[in-house]
């Protein structure tokens, strides 16, 4: 067994173009995800400044897992500039299958809840998954999250079945 050291760093301008490659892997790897085939959709320059903005916004996080200059690992916080629900963060997650069983869910969701606490300004963290994905469904429970309803049909297979969606989410 190969050993690679994995380390964990806030996304940077520079990271934008491994992390488009990560998230066109991803998007072929899983129908986990709402991308399909067709890829991300953002270019690098929209990324960069994507990863900027999210530097300087104190109610948001782009965590990196990463081996060497490869992104293999990605966790992200995004809020609401509307005062109302300001508050909520939105995350997203996502991990090379590859590394799928290793932690690094576990990692990146742990510094989260971490920063979330730290930070002081989200009350709220929430999220979406497919119920059929139990395994995320499992980790989330870990952490805290409950699952506070379902969306029937809220995404589809790309052979077109439907699919149900837990909304989940945890207070801080």
Not at 95 to 107: L, R, T
Not at 138 to 149: A, N, P, T, V
Request: glycine share 8%.
């Amino acid at each position: 067994m190969i050993k690679k050291e994995i380390y964990f760093s806030e996304a940077e301008p520079s990271d934008a173009a491994a992390f488009i490659d990560f998230m066109n892997q991803v998007a072929l790897e899983t129908d986990f995800l709402v991308m399909d085939e067709t890829g991300f959709g953002f270019s690098q320059e929209q990324m960069e400044t994507i990863f900027e903005a999210g530097i300087e916004n104190p109610r948001e996080l782009c965590l990196l897992a990463k081996v060497g200059s490869e992104v293999i690992g990605a966790i992200s916080v995004k809020s609401f500039r509307q005062f109302r629900i300001s508050h909520i963060g939105t995350i997203f997650i996502a991990i090379k299958k590859e590394y799928w069983g290793h932690g690094i869910g576990s990692i990146l969701l742990e510094e989260v809840s971490h920063w979330a606490k730290e930070v002081g300004l989200l009350s709220r963290l929430e999220l979406t998954v497919q119920v059929r994905n139990q395994a995320a469904v499992h980790l989330y429970q870990k952490f805290g999250f409950e699952i506070e309803g379902t969306q029937k049909r809220g995404a589809r297979t790309d052979e077109g079945e439907w699919l149900d969606l837990y909304y989940m989410g945890k207070l801080i």
